[in-house]
Antibody
Framework: QVQLQESGPGLVKPSQTLSLTCTVS??????????WSWIRQPAGKGLEWIGRIYSSGSTNYSPSLKSRVTISVDTSKNQFSLKLTSVTASDTAVYFC????????????WGQGTLVTVSS | QSALTQPASVSGSPGQSITISCTGTSSDVGSYNYVSWYQQHPGRVPKLIIY???NRPSGVSNRFSGSKSGNTASLTISGLQAEDEADYYCGSYTSSSTVEGVFGGGTKLTVL
């Protein structure tokens, strides 16, 4: 079955860029009508959708983060990545990558999540 | 983008049924059958339990069911079990500004 795994630094300094990668295993990122999303969850709070990318490279971003977010895909490595610029303490959260289906709105499976702390 | 509105908490006794509401607008829940529900135990990954308003993924108990009326979607859990104690989130496609998804604030279910 498809599995996702996030990787990247757990600590980022304020004003710097947060960079995470999600590695997909068990199937090709090119297969099926799927898109690949990033979702985050601050401690003790709810889920926030960040954005998504299709294997073609087409992207959609949350309007609230659009000016700071870039999601990219590397189909040769079966990976997609997140970059969030000019981070502040409010960007501290567990970041999840997840698969979604085109023409609908659901997320499954999810990666295990990775905690990113923004602190000097 | 405003989140979908869910009650902060609900509770029920083992064996009972409970319903969690998820209220949106005509730009999301009211216009699309693209509502999903997730169960999240503390420290764990969210698990998809309902998609497209009322469909259950393979392996999800039939004690979980979803429905929608107007701008409000609902998750019903019947025959409550201790293991159902968790946070529950709804999500929906929205066309309010650009293509995006929106989640509810989450509901803490306590099994008494």
């Amino acid at each position: 079955q498809v599995q996702l795994q996030e990787s990247g630094p757990g600590l980022v300094k304020p004003s710097q860029t947060l960079s995470l990668t999600c590695t997909v295993s068990g199937d090709s990122i090119n297969n099926g009508p799927y898109y690949w999303s990033w979702i985050r969850q601050p401690a003790g709070k709810g889920l926030e959708w960040i954005g998504r990318i299709y294997s073609s490279g087409s992207t959609n971003y949350s309007p609230s983060l659009k000016s700071r977010v870039t999601i990219s895909v590397d189909t040769s490595k079966n990976q997609f990545s997140l970059k969030l610029t000019s981070v502040t303490a409010s960007d501290t959260a567990v970041y999840f990558c997840a698969r979604g289906a085109a023409a609908t709105w659901w997320f499954d499976p999810w990666g295990q999540g990775t905690l990113v702390t923004v602190s000097s | 983008q405003s989140a979908l509105t869910q009650p902060a908490s609900v509770s029920g006794s083992p064996g009972q049924s409970i319903t969690i509401s998820c209220t949106g607008t005509s730009s999301d829940v009211g216009s699309y059958n693209y509502v999903s529900w997730y169960q999240q135990h503390p420290g764990r990954v969210p698990k998809l339990i309902i998609y497209d308003v009322s469909n259950r993924p393979s392996g999800v108990s039939n004690r979980f069911s979803g429905s929608k009326s107007g701008n409000t979607a609902s998750l019903t859990i019947s025959g409550l079990q201790a293991e159902d104690e968790a946070d529950y989130y709804c999500g929906s496609y929205t066309s309010s500004s650009t293509v995006e998804g929106v989640f509810g604030g989450g509901t803490k279910l306590t099994v008494l």
